[in-house]
């Protein structure tokens, strides 16, 4: 499965988002696009979603918006043991 997360490091929402991949052990298996860094981020988020709203979490082409919707769905879709391993 690819995952990409479309964030800025400014905003809160998508702290939050961070910081559960990071308590979760997920970096390695999510590309990160920062919008305000990576050339292309941005139109490639209006592109997928209508909006430019972060964070955005994209599963196989399949945009995700809204942090908690996001945390929700890494944690039931990647989030099990590899967070039971770190508790």
């Keep these: 499965m690819k995952l990409e997360l479309i964030h800025k490091w ?3 929402y998508s702290a939050r988002v961070r910081d559960f991949i990071e308590e979760r052990g997920l970096k390695d298996q999510i590309a990160f696009m920062e919008v ?3 050339e ?3 139109d490639r ?3 997928l979603t ?3 709203q ?3 979490l994209v599963a196989d082409g399949e945009p995700i918006l809204e942090s908690r919707d996001i945390i929700q ?3 039931q879709n990647l989030g099990g ?3 039971a391993a770190q508790a």
């Design 50 to 52: 209508g909006k430019t």
């Design 54 to 56: 972060v964070p955005c």
């Design 40 to 42: 292309g981020a941005k």
């Design 81 to 83: 043991a590899q967070g």
């Design 73 to 75: 769905w890494l944690d």
């Design 10 to 12: 400014a905003c809160p």
């Design 36 to 38: 305000d860094e990576m």
């Design 45 to 47: 988020l209006e592109q």
